[in-house]
């Protein structure tokens, strides 16, 4: 099933499958996207604000982005235009994320008929029910046809 | 030199070198963390909401990063715990990117002595100028020592 606007309403939850993460991944992600040392070695993790190797946020968000795309069924795809992030905790090597997703508004555009804003809030937790991105965002919705 | 919350000010502007990104780039990023048509398919692209192949964001804010780590030299690393990103337009194969942060605010920590928080609003533009991302983010800072 595909969900278009009307089928969008605040309330509406969505859980995501899980993916689970390892040191290498974190490293190679990091030396390509975000090479700090508390991202990409272990030994000098530890000395920083850190304590030990840590997923760059962005890591953390792609993964997120990969199980949304298997978990928010909009027709049309998930296309986000903006959007607001926190990382209360960083992802670690061998966590295992999960997303849920609330619908919190259902908006019509006024401009252009047919299409409209949904704005989701999605939470990333690990395999300790710990919170490690909050992510509000506004979604472009269709109408049916 | 690094930066310690001492030497930033409102109004620093900080310039990144480039990053140049092709079709390639986008698919194999997208087929990872963002496997929709429009980031892998050349081809189904052109029916969508992007007319063609387009960068996820997720691709664009991880290339934004690889810039700021290069470009804002701030001790201790850039650490971001929240952020406003936008993006005006999408990233598209043969793009080069540039990005040109702006300190917007410095504020000592009330509670933990020789630390602070900088806002810090990074600009993603294209070769033609055209802004891709915005990213406003909360950094952490240590004063000296």
């Given amino acids: 099933m595909e969900f278009f606007m009307e089928d969008l309403a605040p309330g509406m939850v969505f859980g995501s499958g899980t993916y689970t993460v390892d040191a290498a991944q974190i490293i190679a992600f990091a030396k390509e996207y975000d090479p700090q040392p508390f991202h990409i070695d272990e030994d000098e993790a530890k000395t920083t604000f850190f304590a030990g190797l ?59 008929p047919g299409r409209g804003m949904a704005v989701i809030r999605s939470e990333t937790r690990n395999q300790h029910g710990e919170v490690v991105q909050v992510f509000t965002s506004k979604v472009l919705v269709q109408a049916r046809a």
Same sequence: chains 1, 2.
């Fill in 54 to 112: 840590a997923a760059s946020g962005w890591h953390t968000a792609a993964i997120t982005m990969k199980l949304l795309v298997g978990s928010l069924p909009i027709a049309g795809g998930v296309i986000g235009g903006a959007a607001e992030i926190t990382w209360p905790k960083p992802t670690r090597p061998g966590d295992t994320l999960q997303v849920t997703s609330e619908v919190m508004e259902v908006t019509p555009s006024r401009s252009k």
